[in-house]
């Protein structure tokens, strides 16, 4: 159902309904921003990356293969921008000597008790491939069908990304003195 009536907005957006696309938007807004902060680790650069998404959603509409499924291909699009935004933002960081270290250090975090900061950090501290389908499953709650999906990669191998990455999520807060 969501699925027929996503292709249908998007046949609209490509006749130039532009309310059409204000609906896609309204609908997929919070789930893209959630999955982009949870890359980016912070709230700014989160709402630039998801209205990047949506402007090169915008601008691609006519490259959107109608035999996937909307919410996979913007997804894919926002995990690209917010990849990419990190990227940047760590050369710009990299280049700045005078920039301060970010954030408190673990024994602060777990002395404060934030265990909130420490999830963060420790999916700051994964790979982006590692940080993406941990954000996807279990915060975004997205099958591992669906991963697959907004990925382009097999189940299996969304799986093995998973577990690998749980393990090292898992290392990282027992080095933070969180246990488990």
């Given at each position: ?5 996503d292709?249908?907005l998007?046949?609209r957006c ?10 896609l ?6 789930p893209v ?5 949870r ?10 990356a998801?209205?990047?998404a ?11 293969d ?21 990227k940047?933002?760590?050369?710009l960081?990299?280049?700045d000597?005078?920039q ?9 975090t777990?002395?404060?008790g ?7 950090d ?45 393990q090292?999520?898992?290392?990282q807060l027992?080095?933070?003195g969180?246990e488990?």
């Open positions: 159902m969501v699925e027929s009536r292709f249908a998007v046949e490509r006749r130039g309904d532009r309310q059409a696309f204000e609906a938007i309204r609908e997929y807004q919070r921003y959630n999955v982009a902060c890359i980016l680790g912070n709230p700014d650069d989160a709402a630039d998801t209205q990047a949506f402007l090169k959603a915008f601008e691609n509409l006519d490259r959107y109608p035999d996937y499924k909307f919410f996979s291909w913007i997804y894919r699009i926002a995990i690209n921008e917010s990849i990419n935004l990190r940047r933002t760590r050369e960081r990299l280049l000597e005078n301060p270290a970010a954030g408190a250090g673990p024994d602060s777990v002395e404060a934030d265990l909130a900061h420490s999830i963060q420790g999916l700051m501290a994964l790979t982006d491939d590692y940080r993406t389908v941990l954000v996807l499953r279990h915060f975004s709650d997205l099958s591992y069908r669906q991963i697959s999906e907004v990925l382009g990669i097999s189940e299996k191998t969304v799986k093995s990304r998973l577990y690998s990455a749980r090292l999520m898992r290392d027992i080095a933070n969180i488990l």
